[in-house]
């Protein structure tokens, strides 16, 4: 399941996910789940590349400088990691993560964090159409109630079960943190 040279890419573990305006989420549990597959990966002495989201929107929370654009406790970037900052969904798009990934050797990226439907499934998709395996941790990601264009709410666990399964039928390998974990010892 793991490339002998797999990188880890959290994505988005910030703060300012924990501010009401964003609506109800799904998986009170992925923290937890991220906290315990980056312990095991760091403990497995792998790769990691921390993938942070500075927004360029002046009122935004994600904006530098603004206290939730600081990561959740337990996700900041361990001494000699990588810190990739991005403006836009895709952590690949204006930043060096492809240079640096191929500079590594690394041929497979494993992805968790916010949102499961749009920062994690955009830079999977793009990962996998720049010819790296991809593996995206589902039991690791979160997102929110959203509104349909018609009005309706689609629930987060909805929007999560469909970026899953589209992320799982072309782009990715969907697995659980505990898989990653096992493969990893």
Do not use: Y
Not at 98 to 118: H, K, N, S, Y
């Amino acid at each position: 399941m793991l490339a002998p040279k797999a990188a880890l890419l959290p994505i988005d573990v910030q703060q300012a996910f924990d501010d009401p305006s964003w609506g109800r989420r799904n998986n009170p549990d992925m923290e937890a789940h991220g906290l315990a597959l980056l312990a095991a990966w760091r403990r497995a002495g792998r790769r990691v590349f921390n993938v942070k989201h500075n927004s360029t929107e002046p009122g935004s929370s994600l904006r530098p400088g603004a206290p939730g654009n600081a990561f959740k406790p337990g996700f900041a970037p361990a001494p000699g990691e990588a810190l990739v900052e991005k403006t836009v969904n895709a952590a690949f798009i204006g930043t060096s993560l492809e240079d640096d990934l191929r500079a590594a050797g690394v041929d497979q990226i494993v992805v968790f964090g916010i949102t499961t439907d749009m920062c994690v499934s955009t830079t999977a998709r793009v990962g996998a159409n720049l010819g790296f395996k991809v593996l995206v941790v589902g039991d690791a990601c979160a997102t929110f109630d959203q509104r349909t264009p018609d009005g309706d709410l689609l629930t987060a666990e909805a929007l999560q079960l469909a970026h899953l399964t589209t992320l799982n039928s072309e782009f990715a390998r969907v697995v659980k943190t505990d898989e990653v974990i096992a493969a990893l010892e």
